[in-house]
Nanobody, 126 residues
Framework: VQLQASGGGLVQAGGSLRLSCVAS????????FAWYRQAPGKGRELVAT????????????ISVADSVKGRFTLVRDGYYTVHLQMNSLKPDDTASYYC????????????????WGKGTLVTVSS
């Protein structure tokens, strides 16, 4: 199983970016997607999660961190893709963003396995 994260880049404060996470491999279902971020010199922070994604290709229960509430949201795009839509970006949002998924593997027991994608760098200039 691989998680491919993309969409990072340089943007001015107040701008928008859309990060994408695409899962591939021997997947039976994905029970949860999440985005984390890590700014230089800081710990990893949970940004947003979407659950209830295993048996439907749309919708889900979305939760976002207080620091990004009203600016960031998650958008489903089928069973294996989720986007982090980031609006009204601030310099404090500068970080590497990581996609995470709780994956039930095909042909195996109904047990979730945690997978991570490589980080995609978001830089917000003031």
């Amino acid at each position: 199983v691989q998680l491919q994260a993309s969409g990072g880049g340089l943007v001015q404060a107040g701008g928008s970016l859309r990060l994408s996470c695409v899962a591939s491999g021997d997947i039976f279902s994905i029970r949860r997607f999440a985005w984390y971020r890590q700014a230089p010199g800081k710990g990893r922070e949970l940004v947003a999660t979407i659950t209830g994604t295993a048996y439907t290709s749309t919708g889900g229960d979305i939760s976002v961190a207080d620091s990004v509430k009203g600016r960031f949201t998650l958008v489903r795009d089928g069973y294996y893709t989720v986007h982090l839509q980031m609006n009204s970006l601030k310099p404090d949002d500068t970080a590497s963003y990581y996609c995470n998924a709780d994956v039930v593997l095909a042909g195996g027991k109904n047990v979730g396995v945690d997978y991570w994608g490589k980080g995609t760098l978001v830089t917000v200039s003031s």
